[in-house]
């Protein structure tokens, strides 16, 4: 079936660097995406990787990609406060995005 | 600017009502989609439509209903049948192939008193 696994919670100090993991069950998927919700707002899109890539650099954002072990994740390099949000990874089956329940980072000054 | 608009921000019902959720939005895009989002569950898919004139029931379609007239606007409609309407509610479009971002509105939050 479809399932997109992330866990819950995430606190950082401000300047760490902080990693949020995904797992996924479709291999078939073509695009896995990694997209940011802040308070009482949408959702944007933070980046998103090609299945037969296995990293995307963007900035202070990298993604990494096993897809033996269908596992994803993001690393944010020098977290702000500003980065406080919650994080959905989601993986694309049939022109819809199927999201995992979303990672709360906290960032402690 | 282009963008998806969801109105009203915040929505006060009672209990019994059907209630109606604007979408709208200038992108272009053929597929529109709506979401509820519970804390701690994520996204839950409630309908999309990929063309006008035609949308598919998503995974907690029961309670709700939509209609595609126009390319531009998808409103949803909670019905007295949801049984636990209270929730933030998402709208979002796409295009159809290719990379498929979705673009998403500021969102709705309906309170069933």
């Known amino acids: 079936g479809e399932d997109v696994e992330q866990s819950l919670f995430l606190s950082v100090r401000e300047g760490d660097s902080s990693v949020i993991n995904c797992t996924y069950t479709d291999s078939s998927s073509t695009y896995l995406y990694w997209y940011k919700q802040e308070p009482g707002a949408g959702l944007q899109l933070l980046t998103y990787i090609f299945s037969n890539m296995d990293m995307k650099q963007d900035q202070r954002l990298t993604v990494l990609l096993n897809k033996k072990d269908k596992h994803l994740s993001l690393r944010i390099a020098d977290t702000q406060t500003g980065d406080s949000a919650i994080y959905f990874c989601?993986?694309?089956?049939?022109?819809?995005?199927?999201f995992g329940q979303g990672t709360e980072l906290s960032v402690k000054p | 600017d282009g963008g998806i608009t969801q109105s009203p921000k915040y929505l006060f019902r009672k209990e019994g009502q059907n209630v109606t959720l604007s979408c709208e939005q200038n992108?272009?895009?053929?597929?529109m989609y709506w979401y509820r989002q519970d804390p701690g569950q994520g996204l839950r898919l409630i309908y999309y439509s990929q063309i006008v004139n035609d949308f598919q029931k998503g995974d907690i379609a029961e309670g709700y209903s939509v209609s595609r007239e126009k390319k531009e606007s998808f409103p949803l409609t909670v019905t007295s049948a949801q049984k636990n309407p209270t929730a933030f509610y998402l709208c979002?479009?796409?295009?159809?192939?290719?990379?498929?971002?979705?673009?998403f509105g500021p969102g709705t939050r309906l309170t069933v008193l």
């Open positions: 992108l272009n895009h053929d597929a």
């Open positions: 979002a479009s796409s295009q159809t192939s290719g990379l498929v971002e979705q673009f």
């Open positions: 989601a993986e694309s089956i049939a022109g819809k995005l199927i």
